[in-house]
């Protein structure tokens, strides 16, 4: 291995110009840096989000409770423009100290209710409409658990390989290979798991399989990263069955539309606020 080695300083300065695709709005500081209000729609539950993994859980989480019949459950999605640093805005930062996507605010409550982190808006959902999360202990405490193993494992899988395998200015063969190494392990994990079960948790569907396919079943169809053939995803057959039957149900279909601004304009729905919206969607381009 040939790459020169760096030499960390004894203490740390922030280089505003270091390279990569989000090197624009990558900050090591937290707060609002625009005064910008966020919009609010006519559903009691508004969501401020952009068709990334992250983001898709919540859209599919959503579409799978209306497809259920819980009329409660209808939302307004408002699309953030994170490429532009929408998540900085003052009205963002009030509802995700955080300024990552998604976030959602529940106006059914007495005081509305903040939820961010995706993992947390799943199982906030979950509890309110009584769906997707088992009641049972022991089946519950698996359910949970694979939900916060996608949580846990997630970042090594975008932060890590994505990262470095894709929006890296620079091709490292350490980093490409470490987190290579990782996000196969992980592939193998869930391959294992579905060798014996329908969905995650067995044979029922749950807020465990909505957070883990956005991620895993994306990456499986190439969709995410586009590093199917270089992970070899075709060998992990047990984990493509469960990736193509999770990719066939409507809701998720839906919900992998909202809020999406790549690819073919006839998957993107920019914003959705109704649910005839899938039908009348705007092709108004990103501006």
């Not at 996000?183 to 079960?197: M, P």
Request: glycine share 8%.
């Amino acid at each position: 291995m040939s790459q020169d080695t760096y030499n960390p300083p004894k203490v740390w300065k922030w280089d505003a110009t270091s390279g990569g695709k989000w090197a624009s709005i990558n900050r090591p500081i937290s707060g609002a840096t625009s005064q910008e209000k966020l919009p609010v729609g006519k559903h009691p539950l508004q969501l401020y989000s952009l068709a990334t993994p992250n983001g898709v859980k919540v859209t599919v989480m959503l579409e799978e409770l209306l497809a259920l019949g819980h009329s409660g459950a209808e939302y307004d999605a408002h699309l953030i423009r994170i490429a532009e640093g929408q998540q900085f805005s003052s009205g963002f930062v009030e509802v995700n100290p955080n300024s990552k996507i998604p976030a959602l605010m529940d106006h059914s409550t007495d005081t509305p209710t903040r939820v961010f982190e995706s993992g947390a808006i799943l199982m906030y959902l979950a509890e309110k409409f009584n769906e997707f999360l088992p009641t049972e202990p022991a089946a519950r405490a698996e359910c949970l658990s694979w939900l916060f193993w996608q949580m846990g494992s997630a970042p090594y899988l975008g932060g890590g390989f994505g990262h470095f395998y894709v929006y890296a200015p620079e091709k490292f063969e350490y980093a490409i290979d470490r987190f290579t190494m990782e996000a196969k392990r992980q592939l193998d994990v869930l391959d294992k798991r579905l060798a014996d079960n329908r969905f995650i948790c067995g044979d029922d569907y749950t807020i465990a399989d909505i957070a883990i396919w956005p991620w895993y079943g994306q990456v499986v169809l190439g969709n995410v990263y586009d590093a199917a053939e270089f992970l070899q995803t075709h060998e992990y057959t047990h984990l493509m069955r469960w990736t193509k039957e999770i990719e066939s149900r409507e809701a998720v279909k839906r919900g992998c539309m909202v809020n999406k601004t790549s690819g073919p304009e006839s998957g993107q729905l920019h914003e959705r606020h109704d649910a005839s919206d899938f039908d009348n969607k705007t092709q108004d381009k990103i501006g």
